[in-house]
């Protein structure tokens, strides 16, 4: 089992930048394949960072040089490093996790665990 507890998110001004948080807990939260899900309005959920149990990374083409996912393995806290956000980029925001050695990218599919979500709003 796997607990996740997100925070972080809000407001912002197109240009701005965010930062997502995702504390894990739980007996397998060691070595966790985790990524960073969004939903925008009327579109399916997609991954927009991944990181694997080795570390390496992964980020969708829309993200990619404006997010950072990193992972803190002592604090078991993933973290999304949101920058030059545009207004595409509002969305509701899931940290997912799962034990099992996937590696990136990842799909909804692959993971079992999931945060309850933050939104993140870029006003123009």
């Known amino acids: 089992q796997v607990y996740l507890e997100q925070t972080g998110g809000g407001s912002v001004q197109a240009g701005g930048s965010l930062r997502l948080s995702c504390a894990a807990a739980?007996?397998?939260?060691?070595?966790?394949?985790m990524g960073w899900f969004r939903e925008r309005s009327g579109a399916e959920r997609e991954e927009v960072a991944c990181?694997?149990?080795?570390?390496?990374?992964s980020y969708a083409p829309s993200v990619k040089g404006r997010f950072v996912v990193s992972r803190d393995p002592v604090k078991k806290i993933l973290t999304l490093q949101m920058s030059d956000l545009t207004p595409e980029d509002t969305a509701t925001y899931y940290c997912?996790?799962?034990?099992?050695?996937?590696?990136?990218?990842?799909?909804?599919?692959?993971?079992?665990?999931w945060g309850r979500g933050t939104q993140v709003t870029v006003s123009s």
């Open positions: 739980g007996p397998t939260s060691s070595s966790l394949f």
């Open positions: 997912a996790a799962d034990p099992r050695p996937f590696v990136c990218p990842g799909a909804v599919r692959d993971f079992g665990y």
């Open positions: 990181i694997d149990g080795a570390g390496r990374t």
